[in-house]
């Protein structure tokens, strides 16, 4: 593609792309800091403990929770590695399945996420929610929507993990378990 071919930001469009990438850089690290540091756990082995603990159980079978934490396979494998060797999880096998594997949540990583959660979500308050006027989390919520359905029009990203399984969750699960 050459120069004469490119539709150029505008100005309104640069400023809010570059406010973006800004709040994409900072959100995240500035919550994976803080979790480090006070819980000795990342954001993303956070998020791992938390899906689980919202399910019924506390425990899901490893594409599941892959699924829900919209990661890999690969990478939630590294992840459970670091929280299975601080005991945070245990991986056991699937009562229905014996080729699959559950992942449960131990006590040790309920308490934990118990101990995090209070000044976790106050921070994620701190800096999404408290800024926005009264119609800002409805555009967030539309303007990330807008934002998910060209990045990935497929939808085998989880859009609302915290719900149960939906037909488009299986069929990302069924994309994950092929690809790896």
Request: hydrophobic fraction near 40%; glycine fraction near 2%.
């Amino acid at each position: 593609m050459s120069t004469d071919q490119v539709r150029w930001l505008s100005r309104e469009e640069q400023a809010a792309w570059l406010r973006m990438m800004a709040v994409m850089e900072l959100l995240p690290s500035t919550l994976d800091s803080h979790l480090r540091r006070a819980n000795q756990v990342t954001l993303t082995e956070y998020y791992v403990l938390a899906m689980l603990s919202h399910s019924p159980g506390k425990r899901l079978q490893t594409k599941q929770l892959a699924v829900r934490t919209n990661t890999t396979l690969s990478r939630l494998s590294r992840v459970l590695n670091r929280l299975e060797g601080s005991n945070l999880v245990e991986r056991v096998q699937n009562a229905d399945d014996a080729r699959a594997t559950d992942i449960l949540l131990t006590e040790t990583g309920m308490n934990l996420l118990r101990e995090a959660a209070p000044e976790h979500v106050s921070l994620v308050r701190k800096f999404v929610f408290d800024p926005q006027d009264a119609d800002g989390i409805d555009d967030i919520r539309r303007v990330t929507e807008a934002m998910l359905n060209v990045l990935d029009p497929d939808k085998h990203m989880h859009r609302d993990p915290i719900h149960s399984l939906t037909a488009s969750e299986s069929a990302a699960e069924a994309s994950v378990n092929t690809a790896h």
